[in-house]
């Protein structure tokens, strides 16, 4: 849980200076977050290497699906961001309105990955069902605090 601590950390720091940040300051930061995501998966799960072999393979699809979604929210955050001060209630709407679409679509991932369980079949197949319990737990664990450490940086709307 040290490692899961350091992450959390980084990620704060890295998400007060997400707003003014450039696109491309946002793609390091992004690379920055599999990376060490990735690592604290790894250190999670403690795969041994016939695991891993079998594991990391089902974890990039549903990364690359994930970061579709996680890119949307970017977008989303910086548009808010750059209205938020004299929000009309159209802009208001269509950014509400484009939320819920986003948060949408990564409670179809999470139905895919969960419901479904396309991934948890995979993983559980491959490493067990103990395994793969605990790699959903714990991204819904990742999920959770990415998400509350963004809204603790973002201003309300009607907030000056």
């Given at each position: 849980?040290?490692?899961?601590s350091?992450?959390?950390?980084a990620l704060g720091i890295?998400?007060t200076?997400w707003?003014?940040?450039?696109r ?6 992004r ?7 990735k690592a604290?998966?790894a250190g ?19 990364e690359?699906?994930?970061?579709k979604?996680g890119?949307e929210?970017?977008n989303?955050?910086?548009?808010y961001?750059e209205?938020?001060i ?5 802009q ?9 679409k ?20 995979q993983?559980?197949?491959s ?5 793969a319990?605990?790699?959903i737990?714990?991204e819904?664990?990742m999920?959770?605090a990415?998400?509350?450490e963004l809204y603790n940086?973002?201003?309300?709307v009607?907030e000056?």
């Open positions: 849980m040290k490692k899961l350091i992450f959390l950390l890295a998400s200076t707003a003014q940040s450039a491309s300051e946002f793609e390091v930061i690379e920055v977050f599999k990376t060490e995501k604290l998966v999670f799960l403690n795969l041994q290497d016939a695991d891993a072999t079998k594991f990391w393979p089902i974890y990039d699809v549903y690359a699906e994930r970061t979604i890119t929210r970017y989303l955050i910086n548009k961001i209205q938020y004299n929000l009309t209630d159209e208001a709407d269509e950014l509400f309105t484009k939320s819920l986003i948060k949408k679509d990564e409670l179809a991932l999470r139905a895919k990955y969960y419901k479904q369980v396309k991934y948890y079949k993983v559980k197949k490493l067990g069902a103990t395994k319990a605990a790699f737990q714990l819904e664990y999920s959770v990415v998400q509350t940086n973002l201003p309300l009607g000056k």
